[in-house]
């Protein structure tokens, strides 16, 4: 069957007005919430530095440490993922960090204020919280899903699966998701290009039921993350090899566009790595 689709993201989603700055790049339109879109032909960079110009209509993808990932633009925006106050021994102020509060790993109590845009993905308790950060060049947004909270309860709304639109391109990253989407989340999520998936198979979901949330979002690029041993992140492979290709990267960077996602739903394994000078 078809997803369901939105008939306007902004009735999900409240918008949060934030100033552009005037440098800030024209964000090209995606196609998260079926809205199609074209884009001229890209090269595939396969080795970039960080400290580097971001090609036109990519994207830069670094995965630092557990479920924190950098997400450059070409504008110059730097986004991390379930930022914990630490990125690597540089004196680099991201412009957006988002934020899970389902354990110390996912989230500082402490983010520096310099940062100019801090994202939880949590709110007062059972509430939950919504984002629609437009940054121009990016709209950065959230899907609430709930938590594990103390002694077995639940906390609705406790944790936050963080979209990023930017070059055309949906990025995805599903935090510390202890459950199956509903089908509402899923088409308030709508088409996830790349998705940041955690692999651990217990601190957030069984791996089998974790394949089904990737198998049914069908993105082009997956990123496993948050994995504890090789164990865990060797099992995942294992189980969805017969479903999406598999490609192992010596790097912890990709440059990547829409022209340029893969032709085949694809697992890309990345090795952590922290920033450098």
Not at 7 to 29: C, G, H, K, N, V
Not at 89 to 103: E, G, K, Y
Not at 216 to 236: C, D, K, N, V, Y
């Amino acid at each position: 069957m078809p997803r369901p689709v939105l008939a306007s993201a902004a009735a999900l989603i409240p918008l949060l007005t934030a100033p552009l700055p005037a440098e800030a790049q024209e964000r090209r339109a995606s196609h998260c919430i079926a809205i199609a879109d074209a884009a001229p032909g890209m090269q595939y960079l396969h080795k970039a530095a960080w400290t580097d110009p971001v090609p036109e209509y990519s994207v830069r993808i670094q995965y630092l440490s557990h479920a924190s990932f950098l997400i450059q633009t070409r504008g110059g925006l730097n986004v991390v993922t379930d930022f914990t106050g630490y990125i690597g021994n540089v004196p680099m102020i991201p412009d957006v960090v988002t934020m899970n509060h389902a354990h110390t790993s996912h989230w500082t109590p402490n983010p520096d204020p310099a940062i100019p845009h801090i994202l939880e993905g949590w709110g007062p308790f059972g509430e939950g919280i919504e984002h629609h950060l437009d940054l121009g060049e990016m709209l950065v947004r959230n899907v609430s899903t709930d938590i594990r909270s103390a002694y077995g309860g639940t906390e609705e709304n406790g944790n936050s699966i963080f979209v990023f639109e930017v070059e055309g391109l949906c990025i995805g990253h599903l935090g510390h998701l202890h459950h199956e989407p509903s089908d509402a989340q899923y088409a308030a999520l709508g088409r996830i290009d790349v998705l940041m998936v955690p692999v651990d198979g217990g601190m957030t979901m069984p791996l089998e039921d974790m394949e089904r949330v990737v198998e049914r979002l069908r993105s082009s690029l997956i990123l496993p993350m948050h994995w504890f041993s090789g164990a865990s992140l060797e099992r995942f492979i294992a189980d969805v090899s017969d479903t999406f290709v598999v490609e192992r990267r010596d790097s912890s960077e990709l440059v990547i566009g829409l022209n340029t996602l893969p032709p085949q739903p694809t697992v890309m394994v990345l090795p952590p790595e922290w920033l450098g000078e």
